[in-house]
């Protein structure tokens, strides 16, 4: 009687070990899925660009890519997850974008195109607040995209940048210099960088004026009325003058990519 009882409790935990046996291999079956993105990399202009691809999931697992000197390239890549993408080339904008892959149960190939900014003399790279107001600290936003242009001037060896650091305001340039000098400390790692950034002054204070609020008129004299008018009366008083407009600040620093400069030939 024992011996029969016992069956029906082995082929139960049998039943049990072959389901997760089962799920087990639909799982490794599902995480061996993968996507195929290919595409083709271009220029502004259109034109193709070779630059190499760096993808990082949510868990910062790193695939790598490079496009041909026809600009196509390909990834593969993991199903429902969220990829960074980073561009680094030669002349080419550092640039970082974000995009979803769609979940699947099958192999899939998907097509991505990329556009990608040439780095031209004239090319501006930076245009906003990169100092906090009143002082010469670095903006951490600022910090974050210079770390980023030391890493391109770097790889670029022959790039060369132009600064137009500026004041609080256009009448006060007493932070001007300050500044500009604090720029250059933190940019120490750019190899030959007193030779390759230069400071520039053509550039006008970046600003918006805005029209002064008109303040309201005087309060009539109730007593105007039971004045009477007479030749003798002195002239009514001249409109007050217009306020200066208020001037609203747009940037403290301008970078623009200068003349290539052949300092490593």
Known sequence: MENRKTYPKAFAWIFIVCIYLTTLNIAFAQSDIVVLLKGTVKDQSGAPVEVELGFRDAANDPVRAK???AGNYQAVLKPGQ??????????????????????TDKYLEIRKDFTVRKLGAG???????????GSTNLTPEAKAQLKEMIDMLNKNRNMTIEVAVFG???DDPSLQLPRQDAFMTFMAEVKSGKKRISFIYR??????????????????????KKKKKSKNDPPPPP??????????PLANCMIIVGEPMNLFD
């Open 203 to 224: 550039i006008p204070f970046p600003k918006r004026e805005e029209a002064a609020p008109i303040p309201p008129p005087p309060a009539p004299d109730p007593n105007e």
């Open 82 to 103: 969220k990829y960074t993408l980073i561009f680094n080339g030669k002349d080419i904008l550092r640039e970082i974008i974000e995009f979803n892959v769609d979940p």
């Open 168 to 170: 609080d305001m256009p």
């Open 123 to 133: 090319t501006k790279i930076f245009d906003g607040f990169a100092f906090e107001k």
């Open 67 to 69: 496009s041909d000197k």
């Open 239 to 248: 409109p007050p003058a217009p306020l200066p407009p208020i001037i609203i």
